[in-house]
């Protein structure tokens, strides 16, 4: 496998940004999920972008959120 640039647009950003991602992050991605697609947390700016990516690191939609919550 060779990196994978993920395109996406961010509600928030109201634009399409790309995101690379290396080769050892995408096998640990793979080992990591359990189901697909599987969502993956892009934090920027002041928001999360989440991205559903299928097994191809394909994206099968995108959300975006300003709240997290950690207790
Ligand atoms: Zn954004």
Redesign the pocket.
Known sequence: MTNQVVRFR??????V?AITLSDDFCKKFKQEADKWPYPLVYP??N?W?IIFLDEEFKERGVT?SRIGFKE
């Open positions: 961010c509600d928030y950003c109201k634009k940004l920027h700016n928001h972008a975006a």
